[in-house]
């Protein structure tokens, strides 16, 4: 049985605890798009769930299959980085995701770059932008590709929802406070202080109480062997419970994978997303 939402009082005061407590993230402007991945279009969408409002700062960059209708259209999600979705700048996943026939949609989870800032727990946002996803790609099987905590998020979404056909996690920890408890000792008696006092809240951000209950037809998760806040056993019960491939790269730290091996990440991602779009569109 999936976790209830945890009420009103305990998801603000557990959102204005991580957000207040959690880690540290330096002010800067977003970084502009690069030249090399136009066409793209910046735009802005509208926070429809939860109590919200405001917007979230999103790019849309088109399918770059020559002559060929889009094959389907993948959401990323971006990691709990002072760069948002600029994080996708780099490292050629919306390249590679563009040249087999997908379209591509980045976003700003609240907080981060022009969006607005958070109300609510951050699926809410990822539940946000897969709406707007899906208007601009009508008809089309949609995939997700989170990354840390985008990832972490969106697990509560596809739990709850049908609407993706297949999702690829990279580093994804079961817990961000037991991340948190790891890789950030410092912040340890906040942490244990949430999990005494937000109990319903600390269980609804348990992700080994979701994965079993991912609804998508494929799924992958991709982790690294030496990251201090997600032991490998973790990442592979999490994988076990989603019925999931799994990549570990070795001597890969925290959001590492990608750089010591880009071409089997990717080409796994790019199997996962064909094996669950092959059986037909997404949930209208």
Same mark, same amino acid.
């Given at each position: =049985? ?6 009103? %009082?305990?998801?603000?005061?557990? $959102?204005? =605890? ?5 880690? !540290? ?12 991945? +136009? ?5 802005? %969408? ?5 109590? $919200? ?9 088109? @399918? ?25 700048? $780099? ?13 591509? *949609? ?25 709406? +707007? ?22 697990? =509560? *979404? *596809?739990?709850? @929802? ?20 790891? @890789? ?15 109990? !319903? ?5 348990? *992700? ?9 037809? +494929?799924?992958?998760? %991709? ?58 569109? @997404?949930?209208?």
């Amino acid at each position: =049985m999936l976790p209830p939402r945890p009420g009103r %009082i305990q998801e603000s005061l557990g $959102r204005f =605890m991580f957000y207040a407590f959690g880690p !540290r993230l330096p002010d800067t402007d977003p970084p502009e798009v690069p030249a090399d991945l +136009a066409p793209f279009e910046r735009f802005e %969408i509208p926070r429809a769930q939860g109590r $919200r409002r405001g917007h979230l700062a999103a790019t849309w960059f088109p @399918s770059g299959a020559s002559g060929e209708p889009a094959r389907g259209a993948v959401l990323l999600a971006h990691p709990w980085l002072e760069w948002g979705q600029a994080y996708f700048h $780099r490292r050629g996943r919306i390249e590679a995701l563009r040249a087999a026939g997908y379209h591509v *949609l980045t976003f700003d989870l609240s907080g981060f770059g022009t969006s607005a800032r958070p109300d609510d727990f951050w699926d809410l946002d990822v539940e946000d932008a897969l709406e +707007a996803l899906r208007a601009r790609a009508p008809g089309l099987p949609l995939g997700v590709w989170g990354i840390s905590s985008g990832g972490y998020w969106a697990h =509560m *979404l *596809l739990a709850r @929802s049908d609407a993706v056909s297949a999702a690829v996690f990279e580093d994804v920890a079961p817990h961000l406070l037991e991340w948190s408890w790891r @890789s950030e000792p410092r912040g340890r008696p906040f942490y244990f202080a949430f999990r005494t006092l937000l109990r !319903r809240a600390y269980a609804y951000l348990d *992700l080994r109480r979701h994965a079993a209950h991912l609804k998508v037809r +494929a799924v992958a998760y %991709i982790g690294g062997g030496r990251d201090p806040g997600i032991p490998v056993e973790d990442h592979r019960r999490l994988a076990g419970l989603a019925g999931a491939e799994s990549l570990i790269v070795p001597h890969a730290t925290h959001l590492g994978a990608i750089k010591f091996a880009n071409r089997e990440v990717i080409e796994l991602a790019l199997e996962t997303l064909a094996r669950g779009f092959a059986n037909g569109v @997404s949930s209208p």
